[in-house]
């Protein structure tokens, strides 16, 4: 059942497809990166000069890029002058103009780029309402939604409260092209303010029956249309080697489990899986994990430093130069205004990023995917 839209997609959409893409036109990109083995980098943005450094980065590599805004990422991205209230109207409003800076741009670096949203919990939902609501608009103006996915994160709830929310909230965005990536399991260590560095190290492994389940429970609303992010010792932010070991073969022995409890004999990775927590991993890891049919790795810790790295770098470098608007090695009465100036040393913090994004393609084994 799962493959009819596959089948469709791959008939009908624009393979690799320029710009932003949605709906088809994504489903084919997945299983361009499935046949061809590589992930693409899901990198967390909060301000245009990060996402600008990411779609340089897709252009450079000649590869899809993935876009994501996350719930704390929405607040900054509308002023942190402005408050956030339970409504979530803010961060709504914060994550649509991320999205919107990604549409009139994108068509201007000749790759597919994918928009996303990252973690939602339960309590996060209005956040989630808003989003849906603007890609329901979106849709009816422009006849694809404003965002090509979204996350939903209730790994808290119970699974069968987790299934019940995804599958309602899936059917509603299915109707208009909109993907679905649901989690399972918890991701270990700290992001965004969502902290679960001291849960219980059983929860940060997956088995091959609970995928199963939300595979064919989320088929039967909508085939194709999500992903899964299940729990496979994969940890947020990087830190020292400890307890937790990144155990990918988890996401393979799913896959043969769905395959032999469905008969599916036409591929050997039925579902698509997700990586979260990928700062820190090796490249034989993540290579690893894109074996056993994950097709997006997110990016976060790894992007934060690169992008302090660049200026870090910068001041190091102009120290004498940046210490007044006037005066500097060259003498008491020279302006330093061009060295100040946000354009200067912003441009080191996204070059840093396209240089650490690089190798992020690298990993992901997609340098040059678009040309595959
Ligand atoms: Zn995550």
Same mark, same amino acid.
């Given at each position: 059942?799962?493959?009819?839209?596959?089948?469709?997609?791959?008939?009908?959409?624009?393979?690799?497809?320029?710009?932003?893409?949605?709906?088809?036109?994504?489903?084919?990109?997945?299983?361009?990166?499935?046949?061809?083995?590589?992930?693409?980098?899901?990198?967390?943005?909060?301000?245009?000069?990060?996402?600008?450094?990411?779609?340089?980065?897709? +252009?450079?590599?000649?590869?899809?890029?993935?876009?994501?805004?996350?719930?704390?990422?929405?607040?900054?991205?509308?002023?942190?002058?402005?408050?956030?209230?339970?409504?979530?109207?803010?961060?709504?409003?914060?994550?649509?103009?991320?999205?919107?800076?990604?549409?009139?741009?994108?068509?201007?670096?000749?790759?597919?780029?994918?928009?996303?949203?990252?973690?939602?919990?339960?309590?996060?939902?209005?956040?989630?309402?808003?989003?849906?609501?603007?890609?329901?608009?979106?849709?009816?103006?422009?006849?694809?939604?404003?965002?090509?996915?979204?996350?939903?994160?209730?790994?808290?709830?119970?699974?069968?409260?987790?299934?019940?929310?995804?599958?309602?909230?899936?059917?509603?965005?299915?109707?208009? $092209?909109?993907?679905?990536?649901?989690?399972?399991?918890?991701?270990?260590?700290?992001?965004?303010?969502?902290?679960?560095? $001291?849960?219980?190290?059983?929860?940060?492994?997956?088995?091959?029956?609970?995928?199963?389940?939300?595979?064919?429970?989320?088929?039967?609303?909508?085939?194709?249309?999500?992903?899964?992010?299940?729990?496979?010792?994969?940890?947020?932010?990087?830190?020292?080697? !400890?307890?937790? +070991?990144?155990?990918?073969?988890?996401?393979?022995?799913?896959?043969?489990?769905?395959?032999?409890?469905?008969?599916?004999?036409?591929?050997?990775?039925?579902?698509?899986?997700?990586?979260?927590? !990928?700062?820190?991993?090796?490249?034989?890891?993540?290579?690893?994990?894109? !074996?056993?049919?994950?097709?997006?790795?997110?990016? $976060?810790?790894?992007?934060?430093?690169?992008?302090?790295?660049?200026?870090?770098?910068?001041?190091?470098?102009?120290?004498?130069?940046?210490?007044?608007?006037?005066?500097?090695?060259?003498?008491?009465?020279?302006?330093?205004?061009?060295?100040?100036?946000?354009? #200067?040393?912003?441009?080191? #913090?996204?070059?840093?990023?396209?240089?650490?994004?690089?190798?992020?393609?690298?990993?992901?084994?997609?340098?040059? #995917?678009?040309?595959?």
């Amino acid at each position: 059942m799962a493959r009819a839209l596959k089948v469709e997609a791959a008939e009908t959409a624009t393979i690799m497809k320029a710009g932003v893409v949605t709906g088809k036109d994504f489903i084919a990109i997945l299983e361009h990166a499935k046949a061809n083995e590589y992930a693409i980098p899901a990198v967390n943005c909060t301000m245009s000069p990060v996402t600008n450094a990411c779609l340089e980065a897709a +252009k450079e590599a000649n590869a899809p890029m993935m876009i994501q805004f996350s719930n704390g990422g929405g607040i900054y991205n509308i002023g942190k002058g402005i408050k956030n209230e339970a409504d979530q109207k803010a961060s709504i409003a914060g994550t649509i103009a991320g999205a919107l800076h990604v549409r009139a741009v994108a068509d201007f670096y000749g790759v597919p780029i994918i928009l996303h949203t990252d973690h939602c919990a339960k309590k996060l939902l209005p956040w989630f309402d808003g989003l849906v609501e603007a890609n329901e608009d979106y849709f009816q103006k422009y006849g694809e939604p404003l965002f090509t996915s979204h996350m939903l994160d209730l790994s808290e709830e119970s699974m069968e409260e987790n299934l019940d929310i995804c599958k309602t909230y899936l059917k509603r965005m299915a109707a208009i $092209d909109c993907f679905l990536e649901m989690e399972i399991g918890i991701t270990g260590g700290e992001e965004d303010g969502v902290d679960n560095s $001291d849960v219980d190290a059983s929860e940060l492994y997956s088995t091959p029956e609970e995928i199963y389940q939300v595979y064919t429970e989320l088929n039967t609303v909508a085939p194709g249309m999500f992903s899964i992010a299940a729990a496979f010792g994969n940890v947020h932010g990087v830190y020292k080697p !400890g307890n937790v +070991k990144l155990t990918p073969e988890i996401l393979g022995n799913a896959q043969k489990f769905i395959c032999e409890k469905e008969g599916i004999t036409d591929t050997t990775k039925p579902v698509y899986f997700v990586f979260h927590g !990928g700062s820190g991993s090796t490249r034989e890891e993540i290579r690893e994990a894109i !074996g056993y049919g994950v097709i997006k790795m997110n990016i $976060d810790t790894d992007t934060q430093w690169s992008f302090w790295d660049g200026v870090r770098e910068y001041v190091a470098n102009n120290e004498a130069y940046l210490q007044g608007q006037i005066g500097n090695p060259e003498g008491d009465d020279k302006p330093n205004k061009n060295k100040y100036d946000p354009r #200067a040393w912003m441009r080191c #913090a996204e070059l840093a990023t396209v240089k650490r994004l690089m190798i992020a393609y690298e990993d992901l084994n997609a340098v040059g #995917a678009c040309a595959k």
